[in-house]
């Protein structure tokens, strides 16, 4: 490391605790370097057996971009119809927050073709081991040779200024994503991120559960115990 | 940031570009500040809805660890003889590093119980919003908001000088953990990551394809154009 260790360490952590999701993006273009090492963030990541079973389209083609919006639009319409029914349970700030977040949403689900960068990540389940297909219950193991560089590109991005958002609800097209981006056959669709810089104030502090909420320790439920 | 951003880019490609699976782990137990500082990191990761529909168990206990190796020793041996196979097929220096690969795993896979701790990570699919689940293909939207904290644990290891790798070979005994570590029968494994200080260098460059390889640009198999 050409930095102390510590100094790395409290770097990724103030990277981290400031990865927002950023859905307000501006329209002019990412600079070709920029976005050169974004992906090679994503390519440094690991996989099942090094495979890494995982692709991405990058559309900066404007008729692309629209095409892609146009999708989007009518999946956020009605996901986000769903949200807003979940706010009434809601009060105080944990309400103005959910708002605030659901006009970001809004705003993306209108201009997520304006966004000048919009990657769309692929996986091929034949080149992956997934352990827990045959468990009757859902599986998510493949998405442990994808998701870490999506969330490589992702904290890449943050380190740039460059703001985006993970969604996945554009799975619920992928055949028409797949004829639009020539995706061969044996090839899927899981998540798509716009990319921009941001229109408004970007990246800062998040809300996230706290340590003692997602871990235990030796068995569920024993609070983990780190003094 | 309390860097400049250009500093910390650069930090986090770097810690990206040395983090090497680590599959020989010294027994001495890590400090508990470093463990709640990765720990940190996954709690930090974002998730669809920001709902973070994981959990880890942290494993520290001796017999627990012992009893994770147990399960994790017959595994590694019907799966790494199936590796083992693919030997054959490969030449020269491709076929030494995978050789060493091999041996390396082969220890973990003797030796995961002596492993100081022992993440077990879980998630519950009634807490996602799994948009290809009816696709007729291998599902892995799920993962996308496990995997994210996942990956950034293990950055954070790498950025303690912690060793560790992931392992998704204990689904196949996942009725065994969840009894082991008293799972609630909705909650379910996604993942065992060992974790110690390395036995050897640890961490250093890895060995991955290139952008070129991975990414395209407006649709499948065009190459994307960076200059």
Redesign the interface.
């Known amino acids: ?3 102390r ?1 510590d ?13 927002r ?1 950023v859905r307000r993006l501006r329209t002019d273009p990412l600079p ?2 920029v ?3 974004i ?8 996989s ?3 495979v ?1 079973p ?8 404007a008729q ?1 971009r629209k095409a892609i919006g146009d999708l989007y639009r009518p999946q956020w319409a009605k ?1 986000g119809a769903g ?1 807003r029914k979940g706010l009434q349970a809601l009060q105080g700030d944990a309400r103005a927050k959910q708002e605030r977040m659901l006009a970001a949403a809004d705003y993306l689900g209108e201009h997520m073709g304006d966004a000048p960068v919009i990657f769309v990540v ?2 091929n ?1 034949n080149h ?6 045959d ?1 009757g ?8 040779s ?3 560089a ?3 590109m ?3 991005a943050r ?3 460059v703001g985006c958002v ?1 969604t ?2 554009l ?2 097209e ?1 055949q028409a994503m797949k004829s639009l ?4 056959a044996d ?2 669709t ?2 798509v991120i716009p990319m921009g810089y941001p229109e408004r104030g970007g990246y800062g502090p ?6 003692a909420k ?8 024993d609070p ?1 115990n ?2």
């Open positions: 490391m050409s930095q260790l100094e790395a360490r409290d770097t990724l952590l103030e990277l981290m605790a400031t990865q999701a070709d370097d976005l050169g090492r992906l090679k963030a994503g390519a440094l990541a690991p099942g057996g090094n890494q995982w692709r991405v389209v990058v559309v900066r083609d692309v996901y949200s692929c996986f389940p992956m081991a997934i352990t827990d297909s468990l219950r859902a599986s998510v193991v493949g998405g442990g994808v998701y870490p999506v969330q490589n992702m904290l890449a380190a740039e200024g993970l996945t609800l799975c619920f992928e981006l020539a995706i061969p090839w899927h899981c998540g998040t809300s996230r559960r706290p340590v997602l871990a235990f320790e030796n068995r569920w439920g983990v780190l003094t």
